[in-house]
């Protein structure tokens, strides 16, 4: 009885929607990210801008937005499922900053982690931008075309 149910989702307002542990690391690796990591049982809750490098595919620029506006913390390298931060001449936040600590630790634990730990997306794939129109997007952050080719 469930198998005329659409997702339906008006491309104008973009949903927020949680992003399952499986796609966790590749939403967040995307290039292209805007999202938010809550861990319930910290209470920390931060909102993310992960860029990739424009020459460099394995180095990502980390933002984060909150009340006081958008920061730069700093960027890392990823090599396999080592994250390699490093704050910069730059940079506002060395890996000792909380903020810091629950990307790097999210990125490195994808693999097991605890249901209290919510990722998040902003109604956007993670890689082009594109509004994530359906629930197989929405579940993994980025859309179907981008899927086909991380
Ligand atoms: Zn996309």
Sequence with gaps: MFEDFKFEVDSDKP??????KEFVRKFL???NCHCNIENMRTGNNFTYKIQRAKDKRN????NVLSGLGDIYLGYFYVN???????K?????????DQRVQVLVWTL???KRLPSYVI???FGKCSVCGAPLSDADSSRRGYCSTCALMI
């Design 29 to 31: 690796l995307g290039g």
């Design 119 to 121: 990722v998040e997306h």
């Design 15 to 20: 949903v927020n929607g949680i992003v399952e």
């Design 80 to 86: 396999a499922n080592l994250i390699d931060y490093r």
């Design 88 to 96: 910069g001449e730059k940079g506002n936040a060395d890996e000792n």
């Design 108 to 110: 490195t634990n994808h």
């Design 59 to 62: 180095m990502y620029f980390v």
